[in-house]
């Protein structure tokens, strides 16, 4: 488990030194809000994602981590009605960090982007064909709607924090809640029931797959080597922003 937990982290590594993250400081503020508008329509599919998993999962336990987590996107509050999704949080944050209303509106998922999603969920479809399916898919959720997701969040967080905190005061609704409640806090050779974010709670369950099962690690690797790329080609486009 320890070699998995190595693999794992070093991709999370590689993912953090993308140029785009590296330079986020010293893109326009035009380049910086196409990275937030594109990066919208891959919040958009969350739920999807989330979805098309539980459809495919036979793994009841790990259904009901994924149900949990997709319902936490939708708050309620029995007494006053339901407050803003995490989406609607998500709306807020953008215009918050003065992207103009005409261009949210105008916005449109790039070739690129609607590449990405449709690698995605082309990813899930066959993780739940082959071998392993349970593994793979609860992979696919921890790694790609909650590890990378943090440390996207994470580095953006450097350029968001000048409009988002205010006098000591943050005002982030979506991306800074996120960032902590996503991310990988513990390995997965420690994975313990304890720790209530997202990728922990999912790692739990991931860890007793992989050790349950021989011959999960590959497929562990493949997955997440997939996931890596995918991500990285969506922020790939706007490298030239940084020419
Ligand atoms: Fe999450």
């Known amino acids: 488990m320890k ?3 190595h693999f794992e982290d070093e991709l999370i590594e590689r993912f953090r030194q993308h140029p785009v993250f590296r330079d986020v400081d010293r893109m326009s503020e035009d380049a910086f809000h ?3 508008l594109q990066r919208r329509f891959l919040s958009h599919t969350f739920t999807t994602v989330y979805d098309l ?3 495919l999962l036979t793994d009841e336990r790990a259904v009901r981590i994924a149900r949990v987590i997709i319902r936490e996107e939708y708050p309620d509050d029995k007494s006053s ?3 803003p999704s995490h989406r609607e949080d998500m709306k807020t944050d953008i215009l918050q960090l003065g992207v103009p209303w005409r261009r949210f509106v105008e916005s449109r998922p790039s070739a690129a982007t609607g590449q990405v999603i449709s690698d995605v969920f082309a990813l899930i479809l066959d993780a739940a064909t082959g071998d392993h399916a349970n593994t ?3 992979t696919i959720l921890r790694f790609w709607g909650e590890i990378l ?5 994470n580095e ?5 924090e000048k409009h988002l905190l205010v006098n000591g005061e943050n005002r982030s609704l979506f991306y800074y809640p996120h960032l902590k409640h996503d991310a990988k806090t513990r390995p997965l050779a420690e994975a313990s029931p304890l720790s209530l974010t997202h990728s922990d709670q999912l790692g739990v369950r991931l860890s007793q797959l992989i050790s349950a099962t021989p011959d999960t690690w590959e497929s562990f690797k493949a997955v997440e080597s997939a996931v890596f790329e995918y991500k990285t080609r969506f922020y790939d486009q706007f490298l030239p922003a940084l020419s």
């Open 136 to 138: 793979k898919l609860v």
């Open 34 to 36: 196409d990275i937030l």
């Open 53 to 55: 998993a539980i459809d």
């Open 156 to 160: 953006l967080w450097r350029r968001m």
């Open 81 to 83: 009605g339901p407050p």
């Open 149 to 153: 997701v943090s440390v996207e969040y």
């Open 3 to 5: 070699e998995l937990d």
